[in-house]
């Protein structure tokens, strides 16, 4: 998991039928899920992507929605995304020089981000965000709040005169890069099973080891009482 192979890989390797590996690999990622929460301070920035997932091996709820299952690769709706349109949204908190929270959401309004943001950023801190007014309530939320206005092609703004770049969101961009590259290998992940994906890579980044080196933090987390 830590070379983040297939299910389909770890089965051929360990010379196991992929379902067995899939549990295996469910329970280890539930453990990760369940860890200690992450706390957030400081300086912060906040982003949202959007994940195509539906309801790979769970034909019953495909039926529930009044469709036939898909042939082909899941191809999400363009724009925004919701969990209904199978394109659910991914919130993201990076505190700078420090760990991140990645979570999936029903979708992105302010009553389903502020939950999110209160119970992981400590109050007081900075917050930096695009113009989406979904994090115009910031303020009112305990946080001082600084923008950049992708729209108009701002993407990093000197404020104090220092220059220094400090305004902008490109940490979390980055990272929402990487996190692209690492689900890559893991094609048709559906929504009940996207969680635990997150939850591990959330791990993997805030331990900063990836490969074998990962073993030994990953031991350490699921053990601690």
């Known amino acids: ?9 770890i089965g051929a390797e360990l010379d196991l039928a992929s379902g067995e590996a899939q549990a295996m690999t469910a329970q280890l990622r539930a453990g990760v899920v369940e860890k200690k929460p992450v706390k957030l301070s400081g300086e ?4 949202e ?15 529930a929605l009044g469709r036939e299952g898909r042939q082909r690769r899941l191809q999400g709706q363009r724009g925004r ?3 209904q349109k199978e394109k659910p949204p991914i919130l993201g908190l990076l505190q700078r020089q420090g760990e991140v929270v990645i979570r999936m959401l029903p979708n992105v309004q302010q009553a389903t981000i ?8 400590k109050p007081e801190s900075v917050l930096y965000t695009d113009a989406y007014d979904i994090y115009s309530s910031l303020p009112e939320w305990g946080y001082s709040h600084k923008t950049v206005n992708h729209a108009q092609g701002e993407y990093a703004r000197d404020e104090d005169g220092d220059g220094f770049h400090e305004v902008h969101i490109n940490t ?19 929504q009940e099973k996207l969680p ?5 890579f959330e791990c993997v980044y805030n331990v900063r080891r990836c490969g074998k080196a990962l073993l030994s933090s990953l031991l350490a987390l699921l053990l601690a009482p």
Request: proline share 5%.
């Open 81 to 83: 995304g919701t969990l």
């Open 172 to 190: 979390l961009e980055g990272f929402w890069s990487w996190l692209r590259s690492w689900l890559r290998p893991h094609r048709g992940i559906s």
């Open 114 to 121: 502020q939950p999110v943001i209160v119970g992981t950023v």
């Open 1 to 9: 998991m830590g070379l983040n192979l297939s299910n389909e890989q």
């Open 196 to 200: 635990l994906y997150l939850g591990f």
């Open 44 to 47: 912060v920035e906040a982003d």
């Open 49 to 63: 992507i959007y994940i195509v997932a539906g309801h790979k091996g769970h034909p019953e709820i495909v039926r």
